[in-house]
């Protein structure tokens, strides 16, 4: 069975986060802490005219009842889930993406670690499974 795949525009705007974050990585380099990073990226990601909020809170639900909430580090164009780390994305992490998408149910979702020489290396794309 073929693996899950995002909409053409979810991966093209995945694609244009992804340049907007090299931009930032090769201005800045790696060694700072997440919140300049992220203020970065979101100043970065508005220049070039794409939406993006920041710190965004999603409700989590268990059949139905609200039980907490999560915040993703960026929301941007309200289709695509990025998570920024200064450490190399662990499973965890991708758990929390997972259980992210899940809860806003969105399709495709980035962790980004700008802790690294080669951005590339840092960046980890994570899709949701739809159930059958």
């Given at each position: 069975?073929?693996?899950p795949?995002?909409?053409?525009?979810?991966?093209?705007?995945?694609?244009?986060?992804?340049?907007a974050?090299?931009?930032?990585?090769?201005?800045?380099?790696?060694?700072?802490?997440?919140?300049?990073?992220?203020?970065?990226?979101?100043?970065e990601?508005?220049?070039?005219?794409?939406?993006?909020?920041?710190?965004?809170?999603?409700?989590?639900?268990?059949?139905?009842?609200?039980?907490g909430?999560?915040?993703l580090?960026?929301?941007?164009?309200?289709?695509?889930i990025?998570?920024?780390?200064?450490?190399p994305?662990?499973?965890?992490h991708?758990?929390?993406?997972?259980?992210?998408?899940?809860?806003?149910?969105?399709?495709?979702?980035?962790?980004?670690?700008?802790?690294?020489?080669?951005?590339k290396?840092?960046?980890?794309?994570?899709?949701?499974?739809?159930?059958?």
């Amino acid at each position: 069975m073929p693996l899950p795949e995002p909409s053409a525009r979810v991966d093209d705007l995945a694609y244009r986060v992804i340049g907007a974050a090299i931009e930032v990585h090769r201005q800045l380099g790696a060694g700072l802490l997440t919140a300049a990073y992220q203020i970065a990226l979101q100043h970065e990601l508005q220049l070039q005219g794409i939406a993006v909020k920041r710190q965004v809170p999603i409700p989590v639900a268990y059949k139905g009842h609200v039980v907490g909430e999560h915040r993703l580090s960026f929301l941007v164009e309200d289709e695509l889930i990025v998570e920024i780390k200064i450490e190399p994305p662990s499973e965890l992490h991708r758990a929390q993406l997972v259980s992210a998408l899940q809860a806003a149910r969105l399709e495709l979702g980035l962790l980004i670690n700008f802790n690294v020489a080669l951005l590339k290396d840092g960046i980890r794309r994570v899709v949701r499974c739809k159930p059958n």
